[in-house]
Structures are given as C-alpha cells and as structure tokens.
C-alpha cells in the first residue's frame, strides 16, 4: 500500500490545542501589529505586575501636587523579615532619600491576597495611593478623589 500513504504537510486541521494547560504559544502569542504589548502568556508573572505598577503609578502621578519631591518606585518579590515575625506581611515600605522618597512594593503579598486582575490592580493602587500619600504630605482624597 505505498500508495495510500501521503506525506503530511500544511497547518494540521481542527483546532489547535492547548496541551497541558499551559495556554496558547508560538506566533500567536507574539507582539505584533494587532497586539503590540503582545498577549499574556508572552509575559511572565512579574512582567504583568509591573505593567499593573507602571500603568498605576502613572495614572497617580497625574494628580502631583506641584511642588512635590521626587519619588522613586521600586517593586522587590517580598520583604526580608526577622524570623521571630508575627505581624502580617507588609505590602510595601518608605524610605526618605536624599531630597525625595522611595517606594518599595513587594509583589508577592500583593499578588497572593488578590484573587483576580482587578482585585491585583485595586490593591496596587490603594498600597500606591497611601504610599504617595505620606511622600508627598497630602491626604489620599486629594490624590484619587472618592467617586
């Protein structure tokens, strides 16, 4: 029977799958025209989140009081703690420098009492708002105003 066998070429038919869970790959995935920051699962999980920082902080920092200091963000995975800890895990620090501040934000407490991506991005722009708050010596209404 040589003759029933046919060589295979050409994109398979049916619909691709997604084996093992791992969500869609190759160019589908990639940035591209339509897609310029490409999809999610080109980005690994502390690329999202400092997307979901940058795009915060930059939404805040509209609402700087004019003669405000300089602030540096910085995101770190997670605090280093004493071993005798007992206190929940903070989710951010502020530290003064030089004539500003620096603000640390540690993604994984974050990220671990989020249970969905808006839940993350509420709780990215409370820790930013208090934070931006005390750097910058105003009341957090007048940063976000209530709605």
Same mark, same amino acid.
């Given at each position: 029977m040589p003759g029933s066998r046919r060589p295979v070429h050409g994109p398979r038919p049916g619909r691709p799958r997604d084996r093992r869970g791992r969500g869609p790959r190759g160019p589908l995935s990639l940035a591209g025209p339509l897609s310029p920051r490409g999809v999610p699962a080109d980005r690994t999980p502390r690329q999202s989140f400092d997307l979901v920082v940058t795009d915060v902080l930059a939404s805040l920092q509209r609402q700087e009081p004019p003669a405000a200091p300089p602030v540096e963000v910085v995101v770190e995975e997670a605090p280093l703690l004493p071993g005798d800890w007992t206190d929940a895990v903070p989710t951010s620090s502020i530290n003064p420098r030089g004539a500003g501040h620096r603000i640390v934000i540690y993604r994984l407490p974050i990220t671990t009492r989020a249970r969905t991506? =808006? =839940? /993350?991005?509420?709780?990215?722009?409370?820790? /930013? /708002?208090?934070?931006?708050?005390?750097?910058?010596?105003?009341?957090?209404?007048? /940063?976000?105003p209530p709605t």
């Open positions: 991506p =808006e =839940e /993350l991005t509420l709780h990215v722009v409370d820790v /930013l /708002l208090h934070r931006l708050a005390d750097a910058w010596d105003v009341s957090p209404d007048d /940063l976000d």
